[in-house]
């Protein structure tokens, strides 16, 4: 074995040793600094690409339960005022039925179901949101939209749609058939077999003795494109006035879906209308009979007076009162399909709320146990990296001092 001045091996192997022991304990000092195994990407590329990846799920996730939640209170806000109207309904049956008692107020009765009504329309106007309102159309007073779209997941295109509850119409009480309600309305009832499909230039003529109206089904238009031959506006030999509406019921061959386009121009036109469950259509209001109203196919003549009605469809006579009670009846029933929609939704919007946190925790909990440090692991092995510097400090102020063995050589 040489001696050398000029190179100390054993410095050189202490040096070595105590360096790469000062870069583990610096690495180590780092994990128990920010907890973190894997704290960048030189630490474990791989495994710091995953769970980047996760991390951004996790914020995603924090903005969907926002979007979640904001959906929820708008919700909220329309079943609680789709409950007050609900209550409202009842008492509209109530003074309405009251109202068919001899001896009672036909004039106080009405103001009655005109303050109801009026209030029907003051709890949807006012369901709103931070502007979103399901239960009013845009342009009502607050209200910025009547629709909502909820981004209900971290992927494109997870959106959940809740459409506007009035179905095209421009009011609650116009959707719900309340429109000119009476309570002592005379009214039709139309009902449709499955012989029935309607078509373009099918219509319904309506008379009160006096005034005429037609109302006109077309695919398309927005004036009526054929009137009924015999039919002429204006002034009638009655002394009263002939109306003409074109009805657009798109291209669909389907009853309902003509029928829910005409509720709609007749309520526009001053009469109350609605749909039953069962698919009967109650038109009450201007005193109309069935004397001079009809239900009639495509290329059949206006006759003034006509009953006789298209094959498939079937006109009852409803007489005072009984049409008011009936349209109550179906204004329940839709209310109640509105509040069962509106209750669904909540439902799905809840169930998401809930499946998004528990994704989150389970994203949360998954990127910890990639990148967290164990800190007990941590801590055991910060002792043993400063016991080893301790003792390449001590191997390296040992190896410093044997050069100066040499010097009792040359004495």
Do not use: C, H
Not at 20 to 47: F, H, M, R
Not at 76 to 84: I, L, T
Not at 148 to 162: E, F
Not at 376 to 392: D, V
């Amino acid at each position: 074995m040489s001696f050398s001045i000029n190179t100390n091996v054993g410095a050189l192997a202490a040096l070595q040793s105590l360096d790469s022991t000062q870069q583990s304990l610096n690495n180590t000092q780092n994990v128990i600094a920010s907890g973190l195994l894997v704290g960048s990407a030189s630490d474990n590329p791989a495994v710091y690409s995953i769970s980047q990846t996760m991390q951004a799920n996790i914020a995603g996730l924090t903005a969907v339960q926002d979007n979640l939640s904001f959906g929820n209170s708008v919700l909220g806000v329309a079943a609680a005022a789709g409950s007050q109207i609900s209550s409202q309904l009842a008492t509209l049956q109530n003074t309405v039925t009251q109202a068919q008692q001899t001896g009672i107020s036909t004039s106080t009765m009405n103001t009655q179901i005109d303050n109801i009504l009026s209030n029907i329309d003051n709890f949807a106007n006012n369901a709103t949101f931070n502007g979103v309102n399901l239960l009013a159309t845009t342009g009502t007073t607050g209200v910025t939209t009547d629709t909502m779209v909820i981004q209900d997941t971290i992927n494109a295109g997870g959106q959940l749609s809740v459409g506007n509850q009035l179905g095209g119409s421009t009011s609650m009480t116009q959707a719900l058939g309340l429109t000119n309600l009476s309570s002592t309305s005379g009214g039709l009832q139309y009902s449709f077999n499955s012989s029935y499909a309607p078509a373009a230039g099918d219509y319904l003529q309506l008379s009160n003795g006096t005034n005429n109206w037609v109302f006109e089904f077309q695919t398309t238009g927005s004036t009526p494109s054929a009137a009924p031959s015999g039919y002429t506006l204006g002034t009638n030999s009655s002394g009263g006035t002939n109306y003409l509406t074109n009805v657009i019921m798109g291209t669909s061959t389907s009853p309902m879906a003509a029928v829910g386009a005409l509720i709609n121009s007749l309520q526009q036109s001053g009469f109350a209308a609605s749909l039953s469950n069962n698919g009967n259509l109650t038109i009450a209001g201007n005193n109309v009979s069935s004397t001079g109203s009809a239900w009639e196919a495509a290329g059949t003549a206006y006759t003034a007076g006509s009953t006789t009605n298209e094959a498939g469809v079937s006109q009852t006579a409803l007489s005072g009162g009984s049409a008011a009670i009936t349209i109550v009846q179906n204004a329940i029933g839709t209310m109640n399909g509105i509040a069962a929609q509106i209750g669904a939704t909540q439902q799905e919007v809840t169930g998401m709320m809930n499946f998004s946190s528990s994704l989150s925790t389970s994203l949360t909990t998954g990127s910890g146990a990639l990148i967290d440090a164990n800190m007990a692991s941590e801590s055991a092995q910060l002792n043993s990296l400063q016991t080893k510097q301790q003792l390449a400090i001590r191997t390296l102020s040992i190896a410093n001092a044997q050069p100066q063995v040499l010097l009792n050589l040359f004495q």
